[in-house]
């Protein structure tokens, strides 16, 4: 018999198919995994016990994904979470669906039953691909130990690249048990698809030749030099910016183009704007329901370019004259140093020669910035009543103290509509919301927000109601020792669902109504800090009492169950 021949000296060390895994996640240069713990992965979490990547112990599935989806929103890099089968799944599902229709860069792992219990209804068994397949951009299933490390780079390639979105992986409990050799593979480059010379002079003369032009900013991919540059040109052409619903980051709000946000509680004026303007620019977004109060305003205007990274154009309503492969940052940079813009002088001469009416000696959105700055900084009326915290003061006034860089997070809610009036915002990486609706998110996000920007300040927003779905990741930030500070606010009812009940079926409130904890005491009992306010004066000086603790806090306010929009 001959003697076995032994492997060379530098053959790569057999390890498991979890903790290749790891090596991976390592290999693209991933910081943090925010997750809740399961049997059916333990051998990913052995992995990452002596590994650079943050492990974040999360206390519910929908917290790690929200805090995922946040991290995601705020770094431009694939947000990270780890369940495990079945319920742990399903918890997380609220997740995969907002990084869906929000176009959020987000991978979920999931451990699975052993392989060779499949079909036999084994405990905690699913279907990964029946469950997710319509809500994700792609499943994938480790069934081979030697695919660890291609399937995980293959995931986040997916989830960022085009349209950004949700991808799982599944992870068979014994499959990553399995031994392997095969190492860790250098990470996918992403595309960065940039406008060609011609589709810029094309976007240059059709600004020149529109008397309205707006821009519309939103989606992902907004660095602050894309929002820097593409304010300067459009300041200099004499275009308005408006920003998506739940993207109002994209822009600094101090820019004098800005003309405020879309979407749920947006400012008339800037409605107006947007069905005035007759050519729309769409940067990092596409026209849709929200945008368009349900397609009521703003569909049809005489022109429209919509420059997005998804060659598809994804969701997008009405007409479209020209489609731009285009990151906001590609776009910016194409339009800095393309022949367009060299071409086109503000006082609006376009590159066939036309003279149009735009630039800023006849700049059409200044009065829309003038009403938009009156009704940002106003508040309208006599204090509403003694009894419950005055909201339009409170977070006007708050507005003169806090630090530009605040960064704010938020779930699903009519509480959110004051911060959005009354706070203005530095530009991209600022605020991280979800855009499909979904409650819950602010407090996860806030935790993943001090995580990945840990010099800025952070605010989390909640209802009572947003709060109680996943306000026990307070603990997680008690834990991290994250110096976040969240605001619940308290009205004892789902707000917003009440408003549409009022409308739809008036004097006949039902399943509307709810009993709170003492948020203040709660905070405590986690061991960070609570605050009750009670009085609208007493408003700032405690938020930043809360602001300066070290640690989390949290401040209870209770405002009018009668009271669901701010002043107009």
């Known amino acids: 018999m001959s003697a076995v021949t032994p492997p060379p000296s530098d053959a790569p060390t057999p390890m498991s198919a979890g903790h290749l895994i790891v090596r991976q996640l390592e290999a693209e240069g991933v910081r943090r995994v925010y997750t809740v713990p399961g049997e059916s992965f333990l051998d990913v979490l052995d992995g990452l016990y002596d590994s650079p990547v943050h492990t974040v112990v999360c206390r519910q599935e929908g917290g790690a994904g929200f805090a995922a989806l946040a991290e995601a929103r705020l770094t431009h890099r694939p947000g990270i979470a780890m369940v495990t089968r079945g319920p742990g799944a399903a918890n997380a599902m609220i997740s995969i669906h907002t990084a869906y229709q929000d176009a959020t860069a987000l991978v979920l792992f999931m451990g699975l039953i052993p392989t060779e219990q499949r079909g036999r209804e084994a405990f905690q068994e699913f279907d990964p691909h029946a469950w997710f397949g319509s809500t994700a951009k792609k499943v994938l299933i480790l069934d081979h130990p030697d695919s660890a490390a291609r399937i995980v780079s293959d995931a986040l390639h997916t989830a960022a690249s085009g349209r950004p979105g949700p991808v799982i992986v599944g992870l068979p409990e014994d499959t990553l ?15 960065s698809p940039s406008p060609a010379p011609h589709e810029v002079a094309a976007l240059e003369d059709a600004v020149a030749s529109a008397a309205r032009p707006l821009l519309v900013v939103g989606g992902q991919g907004w660095t602050p030099a894309a929002a820097t540059s593409l304010s300067a040109w459009a300041s200099a052409r004499g275009v308005g910016i408006v920003a998506d619903f739940r993207a109002h980051d994209a822009i600094d709000h101090a820019q004098d183009v800005f003309l405020g946000p879309l979407g749920y509680s947006s400012f008339a004026g ?6 005035d303007a007759d050519l729309q620019i769409l940067v990092g977004c596409v026209r849709g329901d929200i945008m368009t109060g349900s397609y009521a305003f703003g569909t049809s205007p005489d022109r429209t370019i919509v420059a997005v990274p998804d060659p598809d154009a994804h969701g997008h309503f009405g007409p479209l004259d020209q489609l731009i492969v285009a990151t906001p940052e590609t776009l910016a940079t194409a339009l800095g140093t393309g022949p367009g813009a060299a071409q086109v002088p503000a006082t609006g001469t376009s590159v066939t020669g036309q003279t149009s009416g735009t630039g800023t000696s006849a700049a059409w959105y200044r009065p829309y910035r003038d009403r938009y700055q009156e009704w940002r900084t106003g508040v309208v009326g006599a204090e509403r009543s003694d009894e419950f915290l005055d909201r339009d003061r409170a977070y006007r006034d708050a507005a003169d103290v806090l630090p530009r860089d605040v960064v704010v997070t938020y779930g699903a809610g009519n509480y959110s509509a004051w911060a959005l009036r009354y706070w203005p915002l530095q ?6 919301a979800p855009r499909n609706g979904a409650m819950g998110m602010g407090t996860p996000a806030a935790v993943a927000a001090k995580l990945a920007q840990p010099d800025r300040p952070v605010i989390g927003l909640a209802g009572d109601g947003c709060f109680m779905m996943n306000g026990q990741e307070f603990a997680t930030a008690v834990d991290q020792g994250l110096n976040i500070t969240v605001i619940v606010d308290d009205n004892s009812v789902f707000g917003t669902i009440v408003g549409h009940q009022v409308r739809e079926y008036p004097g006949r409130p039902s399943g509307t109504s709810v009993t709170n904890p003492d948020f203040a005491a709660l905070a405590d009992s986690y061991g960070g ?8 004066e007493d408003f700032v000086p405690m938020l930043q009492e809360a602001m300066a603790y070290e640690g989390p806090a949290l401040l209870h306010i209770r405002t009018d169950p009668e009271v669901r929009l ?3």
């Open 177 to 191: 048990l399995e031994l392997t050799s095969s190492p860790p593979v250098p990470p996918r480059p992403l595309a």
């Open 427 to 432: 530009g991209p990486g600022s605020v991280a």
């Open 270 to 275: 800037t409605r107006e704007a947007m069905a």
């Open 566 to 568: 701010p002043r107009t």
């Open 529 to 536: 800090r609570g605050f009750s306010v009670t009085r609208t």
